[in-house]
Antibody, heavy 118, light 109 residues
Framework: QVQLVESGGGVVQPGRSLRISCAAS????????MHWVRQAPGKGLEWVTV????????YYADSVKGRFTISRDNSKNTLSLLMNGLQREDTALYYC???????????WGQGTLVTVSS | SALTQPASVSGSPGQSITISCTGT?????????VSWYQQHPGKAPKLVIH???KRPSGVSDRFSGSKSDNTASLTISGLQAEDEADYYC??????????FGGGTKVTVL
């Protein structure tokens, strides 16, 4: 059974940094591309970033490019997102998601809340 | 959003409703790239349709997907109270990114 458990969210001041993580279990982590998707309070879903199964290829939404960095540790089945220069608009519930290869859909975690506020 | 959905759709119990998702030929135009998610308040999204028309095991057969040109659609037949939720379409853009629709709030009258 696929399990994705996010952690590390919290309240952070504008301009500061925060790293959130996702612990994966129940599947072969090294075989799947992984994503972060966020949802601002009361708003819709927004795709943020993806990392390939081997950690080599990474893509970002324009809204976070240059500020956020996705990474993974395949030895620990862990996905991370380092968020620098946080802005109030980055306040959201951040979901870790597994891309099901060839099927073009996501399996989801429960999310971790990041609040950017002074 | 690069994918356009109506903000809201409503229907009475037992009726059928359809939610549209309009994109471009590079993603929605390729139907097997489109997935649909149901999201109840305070919950994570749940997959209801993938590859445009395929329904995961455990999802009611009242949910169906279709496509015409650059518009994908989700139809809920025999509308039930439990179907009241937000619904999002999603697609790989065919290049380097993924995109979601703005979401549609379904209300059961």
């Amino acid at each position: 059974q696929v399990q994705l458990v996010e952690s590390g969210g919290g309240v952070v001041q504008p301009g500061r940094s925060l790293r959130i993580s996702c612990a994966a279990s129940g599947f072969t982590f090294t075989s799947y591309d992984m994503h972060w998707v966020r949802q601002a309070p009361g708003k819709g879903l927004e795709w943020v970033t993806v990392i390939s199964y081997d950690g080599i290829t990474k893509y970002y939404a324009d809204s976070v490019k240059g500020r956020f960095t996705i990474s993974r540790d395949n030895s620990k089945n862990t996905l991370s997102l380092l968020m620098n220069g946080l802005q109030r608009e980055d306040t959201a519930l951040y979901y870790c998601a597994r891309e099901v290869t060839g099927k073009w859909y996501f399996d989801w975690g429960q999310g971790t809340l990041v609040t950017v506020s002074s | 959003s690069a994918l356009t959905q109506p903000a809201s759709v409503s229907g009475s119990p037992g009726q059928s409703i359809t939610i549209s998702c309009t994109g471009t030929s590079s993603h929605v135009g390729i139907s097997n790239l489109v997935s649909w998610y149901q999201q109840h308040p305070g919950k994570a999204p749940k997959l209801v349709i993938h590859e445009g028309t395929k329904r995961p095991s455990g999802v009611s057969d009242r949910f169906s997907g279709s496509k015409s040109d650059n518009t994908a659609s989700l139809t809920i037949s025999g509308l039930q109270a439990e179907d009241e939720a937000d619904y999002y379409c999603c697609s790989f853009t065919g290049t380097t990114a993924w995109v979601f629709g703005g979401g549609t709030k379904v209300t059961v009258l």
